[in-house]
């Protein structure tokens, strides 16, 4: 992009609550506009981020699955990420709004496999894909618990 083209898809805050938890296709969508603080100094969006706006949409897609992460947390359930795997195909830059859609790839037992797309709204522009590994830990016991909570399967379930 250059110094005179205006960053793209702008939209009103008030759209983007309202496009923050749409359900597409098995992808949760989530909007995010990118801030200076979530920028390098050339005003890319820093690497890190993009790993906080995949936290971000995962704990959304299940907050609107009914699964609140401190509720979980109370159950005495971690969901610690044990392996992350992230692909840059564009920059994102500061100003731009984009979408990270989430979903759940793969349940299989304890081990969760999340698959990400960070993309542009009209979904033309593909900025990262990615795809992350979550074991369910007992947080008394510090130990990968033998199953999920059955409140946490049935949620999950849904997926």
């Known amino acids: 992009m250059s110094s005179t083209e205006k960053p793209q898809s702008?939209?009103?805050t008030s759209a983007i609550e309202k496009h923050s938890t749409k359900v597409a296709d098995g992808w949760f969508e989530y909007i995010v506009r990118v801030h200076?603080?979530?920028t390098?100094?050339?005003g890319a969006v820093w690497h890190g981020t993009y790993i906080a706006w995949?936290?971000?949409a995962r704990v959304e897609s299940l907050r609107s699955l009914g699964i609140?992460?401190?509720d979980l947390v109370a159950l005495g359930c971690e969901l610690p990420v044990v392996e992350l795997s992230l692909r840059y195909h564009l920059a994102v830059k500061m100003g731009?709004?984009?979408v990270v859609r989430a979903r759940l790839a793969d349940k299989e037992g304890i081990k969760l496999d999340w698959d990400y797309q960070i993309q542009s709204l009209d979904g033309t522009e593909l900025y990262v894909t990615?795809?992350?590994t979550l074991v369910a830990v007992d947080?008394?016991?510090g130990k990968i618990m033998r199953r999920l909570p059955q409140a946490v399967q049935d949620v999950l379930s849904k997926f």
Do not use: G, I
């Open 10 to 12: 702008q939209l009103p």
């Open 96 to 98: 731009m709004t984009v």
């Open 54 to 56: 995949m936290e971000e």
């Open 68 to 70: 609140d992460y401190a």
């Open 40 to 42: 390098d100094y050339s």
């Open 36 to 38: 200076p603080h979530h």
């Open 139 to 141: 947080r008394e016991k």
């Open 130 to 132: 990615a795809r992350v």
